[in-house]
Each structure stands twice: as structure tokens, then as C-alpha cells.
């Protein structure tokens, strides 16, 4: 049944309200929506007299009623597109960052340099975004992900079939108990913020992403102590980590666990910014 109310009339009414809710970024996240639930292009969002049935247009109230209410649009949508790949990244999932990246990039310029075969584990694995990248370009290579959250497992797994993806196996492990055996390379993209810090979040993040991928519920160091201080019992000999920082007050404490510890050497990676972002210890 087609309703009497034009797409273009209706994207004018939403965005006025979430502009008055003052949600950020909301011309292009309600366009993702659009997108995605209509399956049409941005041209024809605009430039197209597109009636809306009942169904679509309840489809889309759906929606933007959550986008009102702040949720993440890669929730809504649940996609997210990723070092060249859309992932699947439904709620309770945390959503994968464009600077995240720069860990799958440099981690691949070493990779792809070995012969060997080699073992890459990837901790704190969520969506799978990182460790499926990887895999997805070296499959001569074996991959783990681990994560304590049983949705991400889930979510992941859901995005190696998705990409088809079978050199890596999924499991739920909490990192700090896990027996690295014959780890070569560790991959790792850390919850890094303080517990006191969550509060300070914008309201997409802190009350949509979990928790849990969020902060380490102390001071946001637990990761960083925990894969400098035992380097040499998780990895091989001549094995190396790579691990993203944040641009935040805990960049200063991380530097001073690498210097306190003698034992390891790192490179720093800078993002799109010029932001610290990425490390690599050896």
C-alpha cells in the first residue's frame, strides 16, 4: 500500500527533530539509514519522488526513533564497514573506529614479510574486525580470537562466515588466563579508558558500546601492564605485539610502563591526526 508521504518530506521532518535533540552527525546517519533500509542511493534520497509504503515507513519510524534516542547508527543498521569489508555489528557489540586501522595496516606490513608459518592471536576481539582483516589478506597463517564476552564470540563468528573467513578460530577466553603457546604475534586493541572516565563519554558510546570493551573497570592499564610485563612468556622468541593507545591521559602512563620495563623495545605508530595510536613492542 503506498502512503502519501514522499521520502524527501519525511527525511526533512526527521532531521529537523534530530537536529533540535541536537544529535550529532545527523544528516549523514540518517541517510545510512535510509540507505539501508530502502535500499537506495544518497543521489536518489535527494532527487528521486520516492512514495513511502506502510511497512517502509514504519520500518523507518523504527529507526529514527532509536536514532533519537541516541543510539550509534551502526547499531541500528547493524553494519559497519571496516578495512575494506562491512561488518555485522549488532548491539551489545563494540563498534569497530576508522583509527583502529592503523593496527590492521601495520601489522600486516609485518606480517607479510614472514615465510613461516606463524600463530597470531588477537585479544579483546569484539566484532572480529581486526583478526578477520587480517586473516582475510594472509590465509596462509593460523588466527585466534579471544574475547570473555560470549556475544562477541558470537557476533564474530557470524562475521567469519560473513566474509569467509577460515583460518581463524574464535573462542571465549579471558586473556589474562589464557596459555599462549607458540604465540607469534599478539594483536590487540585494549579496553583503555579509566572506570572514573565512562561518565565523561558522549551518550552514543556510554550507553550503547559494552562496558566491558570500554574500560578495564580500573584505571584503563590492566592490558598494557599485563602484555608488556609477561612479553617474553606470551610470545615466541623474535615474536612482537602491536597494540593501539589512546589519545588520552593514559598515552603518558603507558610510555612509562615501556620504560620501566628494559626488557623491550617499541615503535610508535601515528594516526590520520597525528595522534599516537598504534604500538609495536619486540
Given at each position: 500500500?503506498?502512503?502519501?508521504?514522499?521520502?524527501?518530506?519525511?527525511?526533512?521532518?526527521?532531521?529537523?527533530?534530530?537536529?533540535?535533540?541536537k544529535?550529532?552527525?545527523?544528516?549523514?546517519?540518517?541517510?545510512m539509514?535510509?540507505?539501508?533500509?530502502l535500499?537506495?542511493?544518497?543521489?536518489?534520497?535527494y532527487?528521486?519522488?520516492?512514495?513511502?509504503?506502510?511497512y517502509?515507513?514504519?520500518a523507518?519510524?523504527?529507526?529514527f526513533?532509536?536514532?533519537?534516542?541516541?543510539?550509534?547508527?551502526?547499531?541500528?543498521?547493524?553494519?559497519?564497514?571496516?578495512?575494506?569489508?562491512?561488518?555485522?555489528?549488532?548491539?551489545?557489540?563494540?563498534?569497530?573506529?576508522a583509527?583502529?586501522?592503523?593496527?590492521?595496516?601495520?601489522?600486516?606490513?609485518?606480517?607479510?614479510?614472514?615465510?613461516?608459518?606463524?600463530?597470531?592471536?588477537?585479544?579483546?576481539?569484539?566484532?572480529?574486525?581486526?583478526?578477520?582483516?587480517?586473516a582475510?589478506?594472509?590465509?596462509?597463517h593460523?588466527?585466534?580470537?579471544?574475547?570473555?564476552?560470549?556475544?562477541?564470540?558470537?557476533?564474530?563468528?557470524?562475521?567469519?562466515?560473513k566474509?569467509?573467513?577460515?583460518?581463524?578460530?574464535?573462542?571465549?577466553?579471558?586473556?589474562?588466563?589464557?596459555?599462549?603457546k607458540?604465540?607469534?604475534i599478539?594483536?590487540?586493541?585494549?579496553p583503555?579508558?579509566?572506570?572514573?572516565e565512562?561518565?565523561?563519554?558522549?551518550?552514543?558510546v556510554?550507553?550503547?558500546?559494552?562496558?566491558?570493551a570500554?574500560?578495564?573497570?580500573?584505571?584503563?592499564?590492566?592490558?598494557?601492564?599485563?602484555?608488556?610485563?609477561?612479553?617474553?612468556k606470551?610470545?615466541?622468541?623474535?615474536?612482537?605485539?602491536?597494540?593501539?593507545?589512546?589519545?588520552?591521559?593514559?598515552?603518558?602512563k603507558?610510555?612509562?610502563?615501556?620504560?620501566?620495563n628494559?626488557?623491550?623495545?617499541?615503535?610508535?605508530?601515528?594516526?590520520?591526526e597525528?595522534?599516537?595510536?598504534?604500538?609495536?613492542?619486540?
Amino acid at each position: 500500500i503506498l502512503n502519501k508521504m514522499l521520502l524527501s518530506d519525511y527525511l526533512i521532518k526527521k532531521q529537523e527533530k534530530l537536529k533540535k535533540l541536537k544529535i550529532s552527525e545527523y544528516k549523514i546517519k540518517s541517510e545510512m539509514i535510509i540507505e539501508n533500509e530502502l535500499s537506495v542511493s544518497k543521489k536518489q534520497i535527494y532527487f528521486s519522488k520516492i512514495f513511502l509504503s506502510d511497512y517502509q515507513l514504519s520500518a523507518l519510524d523504527e529507526n529514527f526513533d532509536k536514532l533519537e534516542l541516541d543510539f550509534p547508527v551502526q547499531h541500528i543498521i547493524e553494519k559497519t564497514f571496516f578495512y575494506e569489508c562491512e561488518f555485522f555489528t549488532p548491539s551489545k557489540v563494540f563498534i569497530p573506529r576508522a583509527e583502529t586501522e592503523i593496527l590492521v595496516d601495520k601489522a600486516h606490513d609485518y606480517i607479510e614479510k614472514k615465510k613461516n608459518k606463524l600463530k597470531i592471536v588477537d585479544l579483546c576481539t569484539g566484532s572480529g574486525c581486526i583478526v578477520l582483516s587480517l586473516a582475510k589478506k594472509n590465509p596462509e597463517h593460523d588466527f585466534i580470537g579471544l574475547d570473555s564476552s560470549i556475544d562477541a564470540i558470537n557476533v564474530s563468528k557470524i562475521n567469519s562466515e560473513k566474509l569467509k573467513v577460515v583460518n581463524v578460530n574464535f573462542k571465549k577466553e579471558n586473556a589474562f588466563e589464557y596459555d599462549f603457546k607458540n604465540v607469534d604475534i599478539i594483536t590487540c586493541n585494549p579496553p583503555y579508558l579509566a572506570i572514573n572516565e565512562i561518565e565523561t563519554l558522549e551518550n552514543s558510546v556510554k550507553n550503547h558500546d559494552p562496558l566491558d570493551a570500554l574500560t578495564d573497570h580500573y584505571d584503563g592499564l590492566l592490558f598494557y601492564k599485563f602484555l608488556v610485563n609477561n612479553f617474553e612468556k606470551i610470545v615466541n622468541k623474535g615474536g612482537t605485539i602491536f597494540f593501539e593507545i589512546p589519545s588520552s591521559d593514559v598515552t603518558n602512563k603507558i610510555f612509562d610502563i615501556l620504560s620501566e620495563n628494559n626488557k623491550v623495545k617499541y615503535e610508535i605508530f601515528k594516526d590520520f591526526e597525528g595522534n599516537n595510536r598504534v604500538i609495536r613492542i619486540y
